[in-house]
């Protein structure tokens, strides 16, 4: 990590450019997301949340939901109902559109009030509701005498047609959601909990008052803690802001300005991240699609030369790597990927591909912890590319006793 350009004089301004090689700044994001050293198991889920500052949400559930992949990828094999625990219980956290639907820590609910703002000024969903004002009446004193409810408990989401087929009920729960009238406490079976804000979120914290600007500089700031570093594209990415809405206010952020090699835009890191060179051991692991490592593809290809696309919504006689495809993480790269599932207590790779000999043993380690935490006790693979690693894919699994 140099200071300046190479061969240049000292910048005449007090915050000089910071020169990063494109290895430094792998390492510092790998070590910004909690993927490099030791995790801090004290602070467990909740301290992973805080963290990463959001958490994707996602219906699709293979080996787990992602919201579970994601502080099992840094932690190891914490239990599923402690990471719902984690998530659901105290309130320590709650459900809002971030980089898409996300549970936050709750100390960032005064920061989403420009997008709360945003959305009572526009007055409306992508649905219409027949007596907005009705409605949402009746599913307040509904949450204020019987919640927290589900939809169903609610009055049911849909009309009886297809999913987006949505009932006034629904509807109306889901506007006072965006507007933050209501809060999803929890979910419970995969289905949304609503609560009345007042009851579920601290006093301390139930406010709109800070402005656009105060909103934006905290967001990308932690949007910068969270990338450890990043292009203007990518902190707008993270919550996804606007790039002007970045422009404006990161140069109040006290994020700084650096160089990457490589890169072909500036970027910005945290003066946390800048202020010893990463070290600790690489965690190895299957990544879920969603997990803020990868989440961003262009990112993903600049930082670590790996093309990643999730396949699940791509008819099936076109995919190239399977419906779930989860990237393999080891030594700090992505060299592999695999396409789970579960037949009993087998955990099945039934679509596998490894950068090189050096991915198997990683491979099969990372294979092995996914199955244990699952409940699996043996790991089948179906395919591999390229065929001739099997062999030592299979003698791999079978020393770890799968």
């Known amino acids: 990590m140099t200071t300046g350009l190479p061969g240049a004089a000292p910048a005449a301004t007090p915050r000089s450019t910071v020169s990063l090689s494109a290895d430094e700044a792998r390492q510092i994001a790998l070590r910004a997301q909690g993927l490099l050293g030791a995790p801090d198991r ?11 500052g959001a958490v994707q949400l996602d219906t699709i559930s293979v080996l787990a939901r992602s919201h579970e992949l994601v502080p ?33 820590p709750i100390e960032e609910w005064p920061h989403f009030a420009f997008r709360r703002r945003a959305f009572r000024e526009r007055g409306h969903r992508w649905h219409v509701m027949k ?6 009446a009746a599913v307040r004193a509904q949450l204020a005498a019987e919640g927290p409810l589900t939809t169903a408990e609610l009055g049911g989401g849909r009309k009886g047609g297809e999913w987006w087929d949505w ?26 909990v609503y609560d009345l804000a007042e009851r579920a979120v601290p006093a301390s914290l139930l406010h709109d008052d800070l402005d656009e600007g105060e909103c934006l500089r905290r967001l990308v700031a932690q949007a910068g803690a ?8 990518d902190l707008a990415d ?54 803020s490592l990868i989440w961003d593809r262009p990112r993903t290809e600049r930082i670590f030369d790996f093309t990643h696309r999730l396949e699940a919504y791509v008819p099936k006689p076109k995919r190239v790597h399977g419906y779930f ?12 990927r695999v396409d789970p599932a579960r037949e009993g207590t087998t955990l099945v790779a039934r679509q596998l591909s490894l950068d090189g000999a050096k991915a198997v043993e990683p491979m099969a380690r990372a294979l092995g912890e996914a199955a244990s935490w699952v ?4 790991v089948r693979v179906e395919r591999c590319a390229p065929e001739p690693l099997r062999p030592h894919l299979r003698s791999a699994l079978d020393a770890l006793g799968l």
């Open 226 to 233: 969270a990338l450890g570093v990043a292009t203007r594209a």
């Open 375 to 378: 409940g699996c006790d043996a």
């Open 72 to 104: 099992y990828a840094r932690l190891g094999a914490v239990g599923r109902q402690t990471v719902d625990a984690a998530y659901w219980t105290g309130a320590h956290s709650f459900e809002y559109w971030s980089h898409a639907a996300c549970v936050l």
């Open 238 to 291: 993270y919550h996804r802001l606007k790039a002007e809405q970045v422009e404006s206010v990161v140069a109040d952020t006290g994020l700084v300005p650096v160089e990457v090699q490589g890169w072909p835009r500036r970027a910005w890191a945290d003066p946390a991240a800048l202020a010893g060179t990463p070290r600790g051991r690489h965690r190895t692991t299957l990544l879920s699609p969603f997990d």
């Open 42 to 52: 004290r602070a467990g889920v909740r301290g992973v949340l805080r963290a990463l």
């Open 325 to 336: 495809a989860m990237p393999l993480l080891a030594g700090g790269r992505l060299c592999g």
């Open 131 to 136: 007596d907005r004002e009705g409605s949402c």
């Open 167 to 192: 009932s006034e009920r629904k509807i109306a729960v889901e506007w006072l959601l965006d507007i933050g009238e209501v809060v999803v406490s929890e979910r419970r079976g995969w289905k949304r």
